[in-house]
Nanobody, 118 residues
Framework: QVQLVESGGGLVQPGGSLRLSCAAS????????MAWFRQVSGKPRELVAQ???????NYPDSVKDRFTISRDNAKNTVYLQMNSLKPEDTAVYYC????????????WGQGTQVTVSS
């Protein structure tokens, strides 16, 4: 069973930075893609960053040029560097991992709270 454990959330002032970490129980090479999502209570979960096993990345316009996703294969860990944080970035952030074989499966972490407030 795949386990994803997020860490690094907390309270930060507007304009500040945070780095989230997602430690996977297996090799990152076993996943087709890793991603970070966020969710505000009462709203759908939204994608904020994705990295494919080829190394290509994808960001929505709302976080482009502020957020960066990266991976450390040796540590089986994916990171989300968040800069120039805004109050609207406040949410619970979730790590996810997708496998395509032997069948398509998506795994989720437990989430970590990020609060941007003065």
């Amino acid at each position: 069973q795949v386990q994803l454990v997020e860490s690094g959330g907390g309270l930060v002032q507007p304009g500040g930075s945070l780095r989230l970490s997602c430690a996977a129980s297996g090799s990152l090479f076993s996943f087709h893609a890793m991603a970070w999502f966020r969710q505000v209570s009462g709203k759908p979960r939204e994608l904020v960053a994705q990295i494919i096993n080829t190394g290509s990345t994808n960001y929505p316009d709302s976080v482009k040029d502020r957020f960066t996703i990266s991976r450390d294969n040796a540590k089986n860990t994916v990171y989300l560097q968040m800069n120039s944080l805004k109050p609207e970035d406040t949410a619970v952030y979730y790590c996810s991992a997708v496998r395509l074989t032997p069948q398509s499966s998506t795994y989720w972490g437990q989430g970590t709270q990020v609060t941007v407030s003065s």
